[in-house]
């Protein structure tokens, strides 16, 4: 088993600046693939950042490319989300998920991760 808890969001101001932080407990060496999942009020969940094991592959969802960046410290366990440049329309629950299937490859969709966290309310205000 893989334990997740976020931490860092908050209500901010739009062009304003968060920091989403995920620490991974259990059996952390069985974690391979790790990201970020949105669900904003009225949606379905969106894929919005992963990273591979290594953490030398990333892959962002298109909107959030050159604000977001994700980074994970394997040796600490844990995997963060910097956001910048922040818009009303990032307004969602982020969930820190993880994945044990033994693949370097990145997951990209809700149903690939078979971890998650409780999820962390981020506001972005106009």
């Known amino acids: 088993q893989v334990q997740l808890v976020e931490s860092g969001g908050g209500l901010v101001q739009a062009g304003g600046s968060l920091r989403l932080s995920c620490a991974a407990s259990?059996?952390?060496?069985?974690?391979?693939?790790m990201g970020w999942i949105r669900q904003g009020p009225g949606k379905g969940r969106e894929f919005v950042a992963a990273i591979s094991r290594s953490g030398g592959s990333r892959d962002y969802l298109d909107s959030v490319k050159g604000r977001f960046t994700i980074s994970r410290d394997n040796a600490k366990n844990t995997v963060c989300l910097q956001m910048n440049s922040l818009k009303p329309e990032d307004t969602a629950v982020y969930y820190c998920a993880a994945d044990t299937t033994p693949t370097y490859r990145l997951r990209y969709s809700s149903d690939q991760y078979n971890y998650w966290g409780q999820g962390t309310q981020v506001t972005v205000s106009s």
């Open positions: 259990g059996r952390t060496y069985s974690v391979y693939a």
